[in-house]
């Protein structure tokens, strides 16, 4: 019977590389497809010729004891024919000869393959063991996730009860939107992250659907209080363009800050969602060939943002929605004042431009108008400016105050002690030592200056005349000053 052998099975017989022995049919114009193809018997002796012969093999396959006659001679002399060495006297120098050359060019010869083999199975061990690693840290991670009680209520009981499923809050983490999911490696690939997305929007979507009916009718009080603000903005006729811009990114700006956003976080979850699905199955009919190959393939996805950081940006979007909600019906009556007030901003930059007021008091207006922009976004930080302590016991707040001290000069521009007086009341709102970072701002917010005196011109003649009588006193009279 022929003798049919196919290429992975000579690979493994001959102790090379697959590639080689197809590389060498290609050349000796033996057509084979792939590593399971079969050669026949006058192939396979070809083969064995080729890749069992002694280390420095001729230009075509010699007999056994040709490459002893060529193993002495480059030890003794490199340019001396082969057959000197056999009649060379001294059995024990042709041992040395023999024996000492041989292993060198056989460790010459067929060190790359061996060395290919090796490092091949120490990657797949290493591989195997990495998986084993992550597969086991995977488990007490999904582990630890299903004990993770923050804000999800109780752990499962003894008695198979589930556990409630977590619901959306405002302080809620990664591993809160991470409850019970389980990623592969998303980043290995363009198909695992693509599937990853997909799930991690699935994730996201109930959680904020679950959050938007559970408070719907809440939601929906607060859309309508925010309808107008949140229409688009009207240019009007009388603003320069730069002007309508401005105005239009302010009540943008002041839609976005204080609206709960749930419309266009659903949205911008929804698109990423469907790229996600389109995405994945375009991974899954790509030419992997040209995706391996080719540096600028468009599925390697540089511009893929990392699972990891996609997943921080997530939890911050939707969470943002519980966290403008709770702010919103916390200060609502304060931030429907704020809405209410930016039109009456606008209709007041109107009256004077109808009017005919001077570039210089436009300027200042406007000027007025961007801090009240940005004193109710800096309200919204942190709930900064605002002390619930002073909300419950009816006093009103530093920003309540720094409002309506911006109003009065707004109303007062005509006059030319407004900005003096307007100063001088804000200096004295917050305090340096206890809350810093609000005390820079409203120093800021003022248009302070250090060792400024904002006092009234009477108020600093009053305390100068209180302070030459208290030094006449003690002129008059030392030891009695000094004992009170």
Not at 42 to 55: I, Q, R, S, V
Not at 185 to 200: G, I, M
Not at 222 to 249: C, H, L, V, W
Request: charged fraction near 30%; charge should be negative.
């Amino acid at each position: 019977m022929a003798v049919t052998k196919r290429i992975f099975q000579m690979a493994k017989e001959f102790e090379c590389d697959e590639k080689e022995i197809m590389n060498f049919l290609a050349k000796q114009g033996v057509k084979v497809s792939n590593r399971l193809s079969a050669v026949n018997e006058e192939t396979y002796n070809m083969l064995k010729a080729k890749f069992m012969a002694p280390p420095p093999p001729p230009p075509e396959p010699e007999p056994e004891p040709e490459p002893e006659v060529k193993e002495v001679a480059p030890a003794e002399t490199p340019t001396e024919p082969t057959e000197q060495p056999q009649p060379a006297p001294g059995g024990k120098k042709k041992k040395k000869k023999t024996k000492s050359p041989q292993p060198a060019e056989q460790t010459s010869e067929q060190e790359e393959p061996a060395t290919k083999v090796v490092s091949e199975e120490k990657v797949s061990n290493m591989g195997k063991r990495t998986q084993a690693v992550v597969f086991e840290g995977i488990l007490a991670g999904n582990e630890f996730i299903q004990h993770y009680t923050q804000d999800f209520g109780s752990i499962v009981e003894s008695d198979g009860k589930n556990k409630p499923k977590p619901s959306l809050t405002w302080n809620m983490d990664t591993w809160g939107i991470l409850y019970n999911m389980k990623f592969d490696y998303p980043d290995s690939s363009p198909v695992r992250y693509w599937q990853s997305v997909a799930k991690l929007m699935t994730r996201a979507f109930k959680l904020l659907n679950a959050f938007g009916v559970k408070n719907k009718e809440s939601l929906a009080k607060m859309r309508d209080a925010m309808s107008e603000i949140g229409k688009p903005y009207q240019p009007q006729e009388i603003f320069t363009d730069e002007e309508n811009q401005k105005f239009a990114e302010q009540q943008q700006l002041l839609f976005q800050t204080f609206g709960h956003g749930v419309g266009l976080v659903n949205d911008n979850l929804y698109d990423l969602k469907l790229k996600a699905e389109r995405m994945k199955v375009q991974c899954e009919r790509a030419n992997f060939l040209d995706y391996t190959l080719n540096p600028q393939s468009e599925f390697r996805g540089v511009d893929r943002v990392p699972f990891d950081q996609l997943l921080e940006m997530v939890v911050f979007s939707i969470r943002g929605v519980v966290r403008r909600f709770k702010f919103y019906y916390a200060n609502k009556e304060r931030i429907d004042n704020i809405n209410k007030s930016f039109f009456e901003w606008l209709d007041g930059y109107a009256k004077l431009k109808e009017q005919g007021a001077d570039a210089a008091k436009l300027e200042k207006y406007l000027e007025l108008e961007e801090k009240f922009v940005a004193i109710a976004e800096f309200m919204s930080f942190d709930n900064n400016l605002i002390d619930y302590k002073k909300v419950r016991q009816g006093k009103p707040t530093v920003f309540d105050t720094a409002v309506e001290l911006l109003q009065a000069y707004r109303d007062n521009l005509d006059d030319p002690d407004a900005e003096r007086n307007f100063k001088y009341k804000v200096r004295g709102l917050t305090n340096i030592i206890y809350k810093p970072k609000e005390f820079v701002f409203m120093y800021r917010f003022g248009g302070l200056e250090p060792h400024k005196d904002y006092r009234p011109p009477e108020e600093i003649a009053a305390a100068e005349a209180k302070a030459a009588a208290e030094a006449t006193e003690q002129e008059k009279n030392p030891v009695a000053v000094d004992e009170a």
